[in-house]
């Protein structure tokens, strides 16, 4: 069966085609020869089907503070102009023989061509501030480091999604985020943008596609092998975040599902692990005992008891509004803020949807995810 990436379309989670040939507008040495990694920074970019939103990717790299010394677009058999808008604008193109199956066989078969010392990803849906390369290599001066990851804004904050989206991020970046960081152990650097040490990677094999969260995947695995991960909150970036309810069932499917497989692929060493323990315990509780109280425990006392219950929806807005009033005011966009919160709720409750589904099929009725479709 054959599969896209990044494209709205489902994906097949299949064993990545042999990556013995190259479609490029510059030549590359083969994967199996030895490679000298130079110092410096490659950025690579899966695509499928993205000429909407790739040019606005490519300039956005070709206009940091901080250049990189190559930007490799994986056009990944793309039906679109893709490769096309991406080589116009002086970036590298890669192009598999064949559609490779998902986000991770992408990534990899994009490596074989990075030279560099550090290697950012970046999703083809997302732009960078000008800073934001330079801003995130200080994260990666401790040799230990094998990742980093930066502040995620929504591009768009238009629709409810968007809107809750925008105050979900601003408060897990704003609060969640930095005390994970104090431990040097964040639960995941970012996919849509995030460094890596290239030899970490090469390691490690790659990012792995035996989930569909490559990217908690790998950040978990890092931490098995003694590395640490680092936040770094002026390094912005901005992806398109799913705009109607389609794509955002399509995002949240995958999130789901992959922090659940994640869970059980990293079971046995998990808990081994200082203080990732404790932030993945925190994220279960979260995902699983706050759930179930906000979708049975909360409506039945609301019924039965009192109705005053309700207001219980509210208990802990004040720990969400104060972290997020903070960091909207950093950002000079505190009204846009307080206006989103009612839309943060709504998100809310969906994403405890999504996430007691995924739990059920996975763990209670055995049916995991090996496809899904990106939203965005």
């Given at each position: 069966?054959?599969?896209?990436?990044?494209?709205?379309?489902?994906?097949?989670?299949?064993?990545?085609?042999?990556?013995?040939?190259?479609?490029?507008?510059?030549?590359?040495?083969?994967?199996?020869?030895?490679?000298?990694?130079?110092?410096?920074?490659?950025?690579?970019?899966?695509?499928?089907?993205?000429?909407?939103?790739?040019?606005?990717?490519?300039?956005?790299?070709?206009?940091?503070?901080?250049?990189?010394?190559?930007?490799?677009?994986?056009?990944?058999?793309?039906?679109?102009?893709?490769?096309?808008?991406?080589?116009?604008?002086?970036?590298?193109?890669?192009?598999?023989?064949?559609?490779?199956?998902?986000?991770?066989?992408?990534?990899?078969?994009?490596?074989?061509?990075?030279?560099?010392?550090?290697?950012?990803?970046?999703?083809?849906?997302?732009?960078?501030?000008?800073?934001?390369?330079?801003?995130?290599l200080p994260a990666m001066a401790d040799p230990t480091t094998g990742a980093a990851?930066?502040?995620?804004?929504?591009?768009?904050?238009?629709?409810?999604?968007?809107?809750?989206?925008?105050?979900?991020?601003l408060y897990a970046f704003a609060f969640y985020k930095p005390i994970q960081d104090?431990?040097?152990?964040?639960?995941?650097?970012?996919?849509?943008?995030?460094?890596?040490?290239?030899?970490?990677?090469?390691?490690?094999?790659?990012?792995?596609?035996?989930?569909?969260?490559?990217?908690?995947?790998?950040?978990?695995?890092?931490?098995?092998?003694?590395?640490?991960?680092?936040?770094?909150?002026?390094?912005?970036?901005?992806?398109?975040?799913?705009?109607?309810?389609?794509?955002?069932?399509?995002?949240?499917?995958?999130?789901?599902?992959?922090?659940?497989?994640?869970?059980?692929?990293?079971?046995?060493?998990?808990?081994?692990?200082?203080?990732?323990?404790?932030?993945?315990?925190?994220?279960?509780?979260?995902?699983?005992?706050?759930?179930?109280?906000?979708?049975?425990?909360?409506?039945?006392?609301?019924?039965?008891?009192?109705?005053?219950?309700?207001?219980?929806?509210?208990?802990?807005?004040?720990?969400?509004?104060?972290?997020?009033?903070?960091?909207?005011?950093?950002?000079?966009e505190t009204a846009k803020a307080l206006a989103c919160i009612p839309a943060f709720?709504?998100?809310?409750?969906?994403?405890?949807?999504?996430?007691?589904?995924?739990?059920?099929?996975?763990?209670?009725?055995?049916?995991?995810?090996?496809?899904?479709?990106?939203?965005?």
């Amino acid at each position: 069966m054959h599969a896209t990436l990044d494209g709205g379309t489902s994906q097949t989670l299949i064993e990545p085609p042999q990556a013995d040939a190259l479609t490029s507008n510059r030549e590359h040495p083969q994967t199996a020869q030895p490679r000298t990694l130079i110092p410096g920074v490659t950025v690579l970019i899966p695509a499928y089907n993205e000429e909407a939103s790739i040019a606005d990717t490519v300039r956005s790299v070709q206009a940091q503070t901080t250049q990189a010394v190559e930007i490799i677009v994986v056009d990944d058999c793309s039906k679109d102009r893709t490769g096309q808008i991406a080589r116009s604008l002086g970036a590298t193109v890669l192009r598999p023989p064949m559609n490779q199956g998902s986000k991770a066989t992408a990534l990899n078969f994009g490596m074989q061509a990075v030279r560099t010392e550090m290697v950012l990803t970046i999703d083809a849906d997302t732009t960078l501030e000008s800073t934001a390369i330079e801003h995130l290599l200080p994260a990666m001066a401790d040799p230990t480091t094998g990742a980093a990851s930066g502040f995620v804004v929504p591009r768009h904050v238009r629709t409810i999604w968007e809107r809750g989206r925008y105050v979900e991020y601003l408060y897990a970046f704003a609060f969640y985020k930095p005390i994970q960081d104090y431990y040097r152990k964040p639960m995941i650097a970012s996919g849509c943008f995030a460094i890596y040490r290239t030899q970490d990677v090469l390691d490690l094999g790659g990012w792995s596609h035996r989930t569909v969260g490559e990217d908690m995947d790998l950040t978990w695995t890092l931490y098995e092998h003694g590395k640490t991960v680092r936040y770094a909150a002026n390094a912005v970036c901005y992806p398109i975040e799913p705009h109607n309810f389609d794509f955002l069932r399509k995002q949240l499917t995958r999130w789901s599902h992959g922090f659940v497989q994640c869970m059980r692929v990293h079971w046995g060493s998990l808990w081994s692990v200082p203080y990732l323990r404790m932030i993945v315990a925190t994220a279960l509780w979260d995902a699983t005992i706050a759930a179930i109280a906000f979708f049975v425990a909360i409506p039945l006392l609301a019924i039965f008891v009192h109705p005053l219950f309700i207001l219980l929806y509210l208990a802990d807005l004040p720990g969400i509004l104060i972290p997020v009033a903070m960091e909207a005011s950093r950002r000079k966009e505190t009204a846009k803020a307080l206006a989103c919160i009612p839309a943060f709720y709504v998100l809310r409750f969906v994403n405890f949807y999504f996430v007691l589904k995924a739990f059920w099929n996975e763990f209670v009725v055995g049916k995991k995810l090996r496809t899904f479709e990106k939203g965005h």
